[in-house]
């Protein structure tokens, strides 16, 4: 049956739905447009029909988007077809944006103060995988649709549904109803409040509040479900007392279907205490037919390998779940900056490494990756974040933004922070929320005696591009009544005007205790005394990596990010491996070459022979037998690091060659800002080059690798201890050297709580 037939007859038998009266009885503040779709799909087709009934609150000459692919067979009042010219004004929202060679522009005449328009349209919509872009973190790919026997998925950036111009900078919001054929073993999921199939075999879902986009995904799916009671309450509205999580997997598996299930109700729980009431009656993880990580409003889309990892229960997906406080509750004003990625990392990913104890571990990795990959000229104000599209945008929209809200939280304390999230999301949900709307709210709760130059803070944070770069001048210990000062200067060298920091700084004496202290630190220097009892033995300068700022790269290990960082690499190929190993090393580094990521290949025949790498630009040595490899990854290159003819120790732990794919990362001799690495293969697993090259760039933060088998499979990971900061001062250098042959004592300092604590399943 044809896609349009299939309309045709919902529209006889009276299940398309009739009359958009959706906005009409619904708090329309901010909505654009309110939709009440009928869609059909035919997978084997691979078409799309929708049946469109749309009230639209501005009138007069309205102008509209729509897929080139959709030809609208039908529309009350008419519509025309104008030139697609200049589309910006479309494009206020995270799924604009992108080109626009595959629209249509269709004009409309409506009564002044808006009216109702019903179009009816169709074709083929099938746009496939988009190829990979440099995604050193995550790398998904991207479609602008796709209707196939796999499943479904319609989104805001494939134009499936009219999209309309609107005042320049802000977002279209929309609200909606919209029914869906399922086909025979099918489950069809949209946002909001409703059902992925019911007896009549329809998906009916109704957003449930404001959206920025409609999505429709699906396929041949197994529903599992857990009734979760609503602990902090359901957003009124939504008529209901709990929630449904949902789990749709594409084959049957209880197990994995549990955990989730259990997770859901854990995470949901949570975010209600700290945050608010969840808005919508479900949430539902849905299994997609190809590698996604997504979240939009009350369901996530996963991909096959990405839900099965045991690690993204605990990491990836409440990233996803909060995106239903953040992102979706509170919607972004994109035009002024996306907050919203970043404050999600913080109360997600973040809060569950907090949890773990190892939230110092977390901020060190996000600051490695602004060292990593922010180098010249990737950087830019939080301002212009609108989305991640590349390892560097990460870094700074994710990261930097996370940092911030984290640096906010130390000045404010954990109460009034708390107590800013629950206010700011009980009075921006359903609205577009800004960077300035965050200072806001911030400055209700605190009050004028809240310590903070809320003005200064933010401008240093969101409107500048950069990071503070700290150095320590003149540390000296005084003996003094009763104890001893350590004194000594902050400086910042980075390039351009200061920012303003509290910078923490900590003092260990003899006894192991520890003293901690801020430095207001809002010029290019500022001195500092911090008295202690005992004879201090140790200073060390943000010790819990609690700034955001640029780190001396002798403060964190080399890593592989480091050299995928740099925008110039050198790769040297063993001249003595075989014709067949020489070309799979080159299609390798190929695969790794991007606009921001040249590479230049060599043969270590063609270095001289007492030559040293450059220093200027990251290095990899490819191959076993590689000479130069002896030079800068034997001798003891870096402390746990051995290398004989059958294999190599990374921290003790043995890995022979024979079998196996290794990496090894050491800093370069002649310049801590740049790292050189080393790859061997086994020569009978060259087929696992190609693998392995996917998966390299994913593993940005450590300094070694062990991989095996063809696949290949890892097996083994770490980072080099750094012993080396600038930020780590010996105090007992005022001491006869026998009192300094013990190793520096590492800096104890108190736990801290974490920011909400996971409820008990």
Not at 476 to 483: N, R
Not at 505 to 521: H, I, P, T, W
Not at 654 to 669: I, K, S
Request: contains cysteine.
């Amino acid at each position: 049956m044809s896609v349009r037939r299939l309309v045709g007859l919902l529209a006889l038998s009276g299940l398309l739905i009739a009359g958009p009266g959706l906005a009409a009885e619904a708090d329309r503040t901010g909505v654009t447009v309110a939709h009440r779709l009928t869609v059909g799909i035919d997978p084997a087709a691979r078409q799309l029909a929708v049946d469109d009934r749309l009230l639209l609150l501005e009138g007069g000459a309205v102008e509209f988007l729509l897929n080139r692919e959709l030809e609208i067979s039908a529309s009350e009042p008419p519509v025309e077809e104008v030139p697609l010219g200049d589309v910006t004004p479309f494009f206020g929202n995270n799924s604009g944006e992108g080109s626009a060679a595959g629209l249509r522009r269709y004009r409309v005449r409506l009564p002044e103060g808006g009216g109702k328009l019903h179009l009816t349209y169709s074709g083929k919509f099938d746009f496939g995988l988009g190829t990979q872009q440099e995604e050193y973190q995550r790398g998904f790919r991207e479609t602008a649709g796709i209707v196939s026997p796999e499943g479904v998925y319609l989104a805001g950036n494939g134009h499936w549904y009219p999209q309309f111009t609107h005042p320049a900078g802000e977002t279209e919001l929309v609200e909606f109803e919209l029914t869906a054929h399922s086909p025979e073993g099918w489950q069809l999921v949209s946002q909001g409040n409703g059902t992925s199939r019911d007896e009549q075999g329809f998906a009916r879902w109704s957003s449930a509040g404001k959206m920025d986009e409609i999505y429709l995904v699906g396929g041949p799916l197994v529903r599992y479900r857990q009734t979760v009671p609503a602990a902090a309450g359901v957003a009124a509205g939504t008529g209901a007392s709990a929630v449904e999580a949902e789990v749709y997997l594409r084959q049957p598996d209880e197990a994995l279907a549990g955990r989730y299930l259990a997770a859901t109700a854990q995470y949901l729980e949570m975010y209600s205490r700290l945050i608010g009431p969840y808005p919508y009656g479900k949430f539902a993880l849905v299994e997609n037919f190809w590698e996604t990580g997504l979240g939009m409003a009350s369901f996530t889309l996963l991909g096959p390998q990405v839900i099965r990892m045991p690690f993204i229960v605990t990491t990836s997906y409440p990233h996803e779940i909060l995106h239903n406080w953040w992102g979706n509750g509170v919607l972004v004003d994109y035009a002024s900056g996306n907050w919203c990625e970043g404050l999600t990392a913080y109360m997600a990913d973040h809060l569950m490494a907090e949890q773990r104890g190892q939230g110092e571990a977390y901020r060190r990795d996000r600051l490695q990756d602004y060292r990593s990959y922010v180098r010249e000229g990737r950087d830019f104000p939080l301002t212009e974040f609108r989305s991640r599209h590349s390892a560097a945008t990460e870094a700074v929209g994710y990261g930097k933004t996370m940092m911030g809200f984290h640096m906010l939280r130390r000045r404010m304390g954990d109460d009034r922070f708390r107590e800013w999230a629950a206010r700011f999301y009980r009075e921006e949900r359903g609205r577009t929320a800004s960077f300035a709307d965050v200072r806001r709210a911030i400055a209700s709760v605190i009050g004028d005696d809240g310590g903070i130059d809320l003005g200064r803070f933010f401008r240093d944070w969101t409107e500048r591009p950069g990071a503070a770069a700290l150095a320590v001048e003149a540390a000296e210990v005084v003996a003094i009544d009763g104890g001893f000062e350590v004194r000594g200067t902050l400086r910042q060298t980075q390039d351009g005007e200061p920012f303003a920091l509290d910078v923490p700084v900590a003092v260990q004496g003899e006894g192991g205790e520890a003293v901690a202290s801020n430095v207001r630190l809002a010029s290019a220097a500022a001195p500092f005394t911090i008295r202690v009892a005992s004879r201090p033995v140790l200073l060390q300068v943000d010790p819990s990596f609690d700034l955001f700022r640029r780190l001396d790269p002798r403060e964190i290990p080399p890593s592989i990010g480091q050299i995928f960082g740099e925008p110039r690499l050198l790769a040297v190929v063993a001249a003595q491996a075989s014709p067949e190993e020489r070309a799979a090393w080159k299609t390798l580094l190929e695969s790794w070459r991007s606009d921001a990521h040249s590479v230049e290949i060599v043969t270590d025949a063609e270095l001289a022979a007492s030559a040293e790498l450059p220093a200027d630009r990251a290095v990899w040595l490819l191959g076993r037998g590689n000479r130069l490899a002896p030079r800068y990854f034997g001798g003891g290159a870096v402390a746990g690091l051995t290398v004989d003819d059958a294999g190599v120790g990374f921290d003790g732990q043995r890995l022979p060659f024979a079998g196996h794919t290794t990496v090894a990362v050491v800093r370069h001799p002649l310049s801590a800002e740049r790292a050189i690495g080393w790859i061997t293969v086994d020569p009978a697993l060259l087929a696992a080059l190609p693998g392995f090259g996917r998966k390299l760039p994913h593993y940005g933060k450590y300094s070694y690798l062990g991989f095996e088998g063809s696949e290949p499979t890892n097996m083994l990971k770490g980072q080099w201890a750094a012993a080396d900061s600038p930020l780590r001062i010996d105090l007992r250098v005022l001491r006869p050297a026998p009192e300094r042959v013990e190793p520096l004592p590492a800096l104890v300092l108190p736990p801290r709580p974490a920011l909400a604590d996971l409820p008990a399943n």
